[in-house]
């Protein structure tokens, strides 16, 4: 992304933000960990080859590498701190707010993104097999003006933060008590070949910008 790989930008971020002791990548494959290496982030293992899939779940990856890197420090981490690299927009703030909001006493922080109201939950459509519409939910029918909508977010992958008791004792990164950190900014969590010309593109109007 704009000649860094992805992995490189998250380095950049984790040097900005000293509350971080460790950080390290969870990969199978060589190549991403060279390029973490080089990017200061330690690649102490390799991902099993039961965790490389695509279904695959977030958790099962966090508690597999915090488990891990315990073992080779033997140190106990109280906090995980996720910074997907396909997120790339995230600011050093952003991650800090996450790590602030956790010490309020939470059991877990994402960072959201408001969902633009034309997507909204209540204006989604379904449509069968015969070529009939409905709505995706049964409430949209009542939905006439954008007035009556309350506000939604969606994840955007900047950054997520766990106690250690979320992931290894509720076994889950969506705990009882879960707070949310919103940014208002423009975010683009990468999934295809257009997202990543989205990103580009933002970060070069941010450099471009006084």
Not at 68 to 86: I, S
Request: hydrophobic share 45%; with cysteine.
């Amino acid at each position: 992304l704009l000649g860094i790989p992805l992995i490189a930008h998250v380095g950049r971020i984790v040097r900005e933000v000293p509350a971080i002791d460790r950080a390290v990548v969870s990969t199978d494959h060589a190549e991403i960990a060279r390029a973490a290496a080089a990017a200061g982030l330690a690649a102490p293992f390799v991902r099993p080859e039961a965790l490389a899939g695509d279904l695959v779940s977030d958790h099962q990856v966090l508690v597999h590498a915090l488990t891990a890197v315990e073992a080779l420090d033997g140190v106990r981490y109280d906090v995980v701190l996720m910074l997907q690299p396909t997120s790339p927009l995230r600011r050093p703030e952003h991650v800090r707010a996450v790590l602030e909001k956790l010490a309020e006493g939470w059991d877990a922080v994402w960072t959201l993104s408001r969902t633009d109201l034309k997507y909204h939950p209540l204006k989604q459509l379904s449509v069968d097999g015969d070529g009939a519409m409905t709505y995706f939910d049964p409430g949209g029918d009542r939905i006439i003006a954008r007035q009556q909508l309350s506000p939604v977010y969606h994840r955007n992958g900047v950054a997520y933060a766990f106690t250690r008791a979320c992931l290894l004792e509720q076994r889950t990164i969506k705990a009882a008590r879960t707070a949310a950190v919103v940014i208002d900014e423009p975010m683009v969590s990468i999934d295809t070949e257009e997202d990543f010309r989205k990103a580009e593109l933002e970060l070069r109007r941010r450099a471009a910008s006084p």
